[in-house]
């Protein structure tokens, strides 16, 4: 027998008592929470210091460019280009100045809402790398990608992905990857590509930065400058009370944030989850094969969306404007949630025919209604059982016939547990599967009229185009008398002269009147 | 050259006159009514095509004829077919279609589809729509007028959806042409409905004396 068996039992042996049993307790729970802990993260920080040119890039090679600033009335070049640097034009030039020693460079203003726009885009692009995104303002991404290196085949081949993937895009980043999304910015901001893995490497790399990459405030960043400290590792040395004392317990917290000490949580992006598209048309348009053509390129832009996002959506709307009228809406609703565009297309056509647009048109709108995830099961849904063939499915066609004629125009129908013939029946809507009650034992007509229609009576007959011949013994139906719609009726089958099999039936309660109620067809 | 004309002379759509086609590739729907099967070439119901029904008044029989067929369609006895089990679409019926009778006859309740238009461009809309969707194995229509043209529409409908289509008209349209593979006549006879066939793609005219005998 191995002794680390018995040890346990020895313990046990120790403290039989049953005050013990929550002490024993103890340890499982402590394990249990090492395994709770969260998992190891990983942050990739990818930093854009060229944002504010690459996102007004229009891919001009030829033309030295650079962008400019209104700062104070006094416009001021921001950012230059490769070839506008190398003609000394340089960052914080006033524009005159520039233009003066590049009379053909290319000057644009900044676009903060570009630069926005450029962020979010390189956001949704980052998530095909990791679920987890967030847009850090103005110009930094921040990518968890702990979770994604077994899935990219590592550190080094996820790493290579990201930086070919942004230089394709015609952005050029700073990457490094450190345990703390705060240590990542601060390494990248220092133009240091570097990896750190453990929380433990971090004090050491982090040591090494200057004081300004953390983006303090300048009167923070003078007054450690005149203390001789001018990098991390000389800020970690002193002591902690002081130092919140004299810079606030802000950049105390910074560093502890950086240095995995403190929780640092941050919010992952979300791309909008509803579509939003505009076609704007060069002049007013009335031609409806024109309009169409346009609300199907839109129509291919939402499936596009939706497929990325494995969305599927119930309803779209579509805003025609004109230029002088208020704009025309329309509402397209199916009850299958889908993203195939073609049967978006079929119920616009119907739904157009009859739309009558007021005016020409300037601009087109497609906005998505509430998306929802698209389900396998989805794709299989019909009504009861599978559907036909090579068909689509019912339900499209449903749609198209009540879009055109109504709702209430299409329906099914199923047969009621119910002795009174006229309501031994219902309509349903056509996914219900239909209650199956007992077929009656005797004849039932083809045709039920919506209303038992009088007959006529000549010579103790009843007549329907001429006098009808009684065939077999009435079935006497007496029922209903609970709900005060009772009957009390003898049906028969009968036949007129032109051999017509109806079915009419003798009022009992009344003065023994003939009525027709359905016809055998 | 004798290939393409032994192709030609394989295609139902070709009138032959008294000479009967070769229905080995015309495959009919049995009706359920051995008389009229005889008389139909196929040996059935012509399937993806058009039929038309001419009658003086409803309830003829006009209903009973086509039911064992219908409950074919909706309820194959084949349970490995049983995809092809197929919508019967009912678009502008006279009357109400009462459920508890078409189970008697043995129609799949849940397959059956009941169109109500307001007019009858959109009966023949409607139609249309079902015909070609692929979803219905039997479209059954009532129509008061209709012309030449439309019945061509409805026509190639049946043919892409592979569809039945059944189109019930007043005796007046007698005199109109229609493109319908198959026309056929209810009359009152002495012992029960005359059933006459007026045209038949691939077959005779001919009349049955009280066809469900």
Known sequence: MPTSDKSPVILRDTAPTPSATPARLEPTQQSFALVAKPARRLWLCIYLPGLPLQALNDKNDHEAVAVFEDEKGMRRILLADKKARAAAVVPGLAVNAALALLPTLCLKERSPRRERQALQALASWAEQFTSFVSIEAPNILLLEIAGSLQLFGGLAPLRQQI????????FSALVSIAPTPLASTWLAKAGRSVSILTPADLTGA????????????????????????THVGDALRLPREGFARRFGTGRL?????????????????????RFCSEYELSEEQSASDLL??????LLIELERFLLTRQLSVQRVLFSFFHLKESATHLTLGSMRAGRSIDHWFELLKIKFDQLGLAAPVITIRLRSGQSQLLTASTDQFN???????QGEPIAHLVERISARIGDKSIHGVTTVAEHRPQYAWSTKDLEQTPNCAAVPMSRRPLWLLPEPRPLPVEQHAPMYQGALKLLDRPERLETGWWDGDGIARDYYVAVNPAGIHVWVY???????????????? | MADPL??????????RGREQTNTSTWQGLPSGYPKLDRHLPGGGWPQHALTEILLEHYGMGELQLLMPALARLSTPEDHELSDEAGWIAWIAPPFQPYPPALLQWGINLSRVLIVRPRQESETLWSAEQALSSGNCAAVLMWLDTMDDYSSRRLQLAAEKGQSWAIAFRPLAALSKASAAALRIQLMPGEKGTDLGILKSRGGRPAVLRNYAD
């Not at chain 1, 917290?253 to 979300?270: C, H």
């Not at chain 1, 169409?292 to 390129?297: G, I, W």
């Not at chain 1, 009504?383 to 063939?389: K, P, W």
């Not at chain 1, 003798?506 to 067809?521: A, C, K, P, V």
Request: proline share 7%; glycine share 10%; net charge neutral.
């Open chain 1, 163 to 170: 930086v070919t993937g942004l230089k394709t895009l015609g």
């Open chain 1, 206 to 229: 982090l040591s090494k930065l200057p004081i300004r990459c953390l983006d303090w405030p300048d009167s923070v960043n003078e007054s450690l400058n005149g203390m001789g400290i």
């Open chain 1, 253 to 273: 917290t910074e560093l502890d944030r950086a240095l995995g000490r403190l929780p640092d949580p941050r919010q992952s992006y979300r791309a909008p989850e």
């Open chain 1, 292 to 297: 169409l053509n346009v609300c199907q390129e």
């Open chain 1, 383 to 389: 009504f009861g059982d599978t559907g036909r063939r």
């Open chain 1, 506 to 521: 003798q009022d009992r309660r009344s003065d023994h009147d003939w009525y027709l109620h359905g016809i055998f067809g």
């Open chain 2, 6 to 15: 032994e192709k030609l002379l394989q295609n139902p759509r070709l009138w």
